[in-house]
């Protein structure tokens, strides 16, 4: 059993940067992918960014690429999506996946965070 907790979310202006960081509890943190997703009012959740277990290999949304970075530290259990350049269409509540596949989609998710809302004013 994994348990993520998301922090970092809230209000900035477009233009601006927030990074998120999601904590893991238990000792298998380093065996899982790791991932990023968003759900915005009224839209289906859908994939941000991915990591490898390692943190060698990463993936990203087209409408996020150049923008975000995502980075894991498997001796700290956390997990982090730094998002710079922030648009108002990134509004929308963040949410932390674990997975023991490369978590693509919602169905390789095995494990959810309970969310971190980003709002971007324009």
């Known amino acids: 059993q994994v348990q993520l907790v998301e922090s970092g979310g809230g209000l900035v202006q477009a233009g601006g940067s927030l990074r998120l960081s999601c904590a893991a509890s238990?000792?298998?943190?380093?065996?899982?992918?790791m991932g990023w997703f968003r759900q915005a009012p009224g839209k289906e959740r859908e994939f941000v960014s991915a990591i490898t277990w390692s943190g060698g290999g990463t993936l990203y949304a087209d409408s996020v690429k150049g923008r975000f970075t995502i980075s894991r530290d498997n001796a700290q259990n956390t997990v982090y999506l730094q998002m710079d350049s922030l648009k108002p269409e990134d509004t929308a509540v963040y949410y932390c996946?674990?997975?023991?596949?490369?978590?693509?989609?919602?169905?390789?998710?095995?494990?959810w965070g309970k969310g971190a809302l980003v709002t971007v004013s324009s």
């Open positions: 996946a674990a997975g023991t596949r490369m978590v693509l989609s919602t169905t390789r998710v095995d494990f």
């Open positions: 238990g000792r298998t943190f380093s065996s899982y992918a």
